[in-house]
């Protein structure tokens, strides 16, 4: 179990452009998620895929928001037209679909600070 | 919609004092419960959970019971350390997704 990774831990961008964050969940977890965490807040959820599914999007996902899990291992969320209000922590988190309700694992984030 | 109420922080205590910070809940139905640790400059940590009402979850001396009677999931430790110190989360799971819904999160310093 080498747990959730996330990359890259820190992305510094000017206003307007696109990034890119990747997570990969633990191997045998097939439920995903993604949450944005703001100074001084608990964390927000985002997005959520089962497998290779997305399943449910937050109304915080703007159309600038996308997200992919095109094999149902890794996941990306892309963020088009960056705005200052994007700047946030970016955190997955993974689990598995046992009995009972499955503790979610999160990694441990990716900053984004807009210039 | 469903919702968590957490202590103001920062709580400021004494190595070995005794620790309660609270937690509150707003849920249609019977969630779970969960307490998160995030330590400086890391991602969250699961520290306990607790499914049901009367449950007691519990994991490095903290324990936190599931009090359906009173909305609450208080999170205590008889004696706490320096290691200790971080942001404490309060959360619940919703909906057949079990995304998570998150309290503001309580700052605990512990000082020698």
């Known amino acids: 179990d080498t747990g959730v990774s996330q990359d890259p831990r820190h992305k510094i961008t000017k206003r307007g452009q696109n990034v890119t964050f990747r997570c990969d969940p633990i191997?045998?977890?097939?439920?995903l998620y993604w949450y944005r965490q703001t100074l001084g807040q608990g964390p927000e959820f985002l997005t959520y895929?089962?497998?290779?599914?997305?399943?449910?999007k937050s109304r915080l996902l703007s159309d600038r928001f996308s997200a992919e899990r095109p094999k149902g291992s890794f996941s990306t969320l892309e963020i088009q037209r960056t705005e200052q209000g994007d700047s946030a922590m970016y955190l997955c988190?993974?689990?598995?679909?046992?009995?009972?309700?499955?503790?979610?694992?999160f990694g441990d984030g990716t900053r984004l600070s807009i210039l | 919609g469903n919702s968590v109420t957490q202590m103001e922080g920062p709580v400021t205590l004494s190595e070995e004092a005794f620790l309660t910070i609270n937690c509150t809940y707003t849920?249609?139905?019977?969630?779970?419960l969960f307490w998160y640790v995030q330590y400086p400059g890391e991602g969250l940590q699961l520290l306990l959970k607790?499914?049901?009402?009367?449950d007691k979850g519990s994991n490095k001396g903290f324990e936190a019971t599931y009090r359906k009677e009173t909305t609450s999931f208080h999170l205590e430790k008889g004696s706490v350390q320096v290691s200790d110190s971080a942001v404490y989360f309060c959360a619940l799971s919703e909906g057949a997704t079990n995304k998570l819904i998150f309290g503001t999160g309580t700052l605990l310093a512990v000082q020698p």
């Open positions: 988190a993974s689990s598995s679909t046992g009995s009972g309700n499955q503790p979610q694992h």
């Open positions: 191997s045998e977890h097939n439920r």
């Open positions: 849920a249609t139905g019977y969630p779970s």
């Open positions: 607790a499914t049901k009402a009367d």
């Open positions: 895929f089962q497998n290779e599914a997305q399943l449910e």
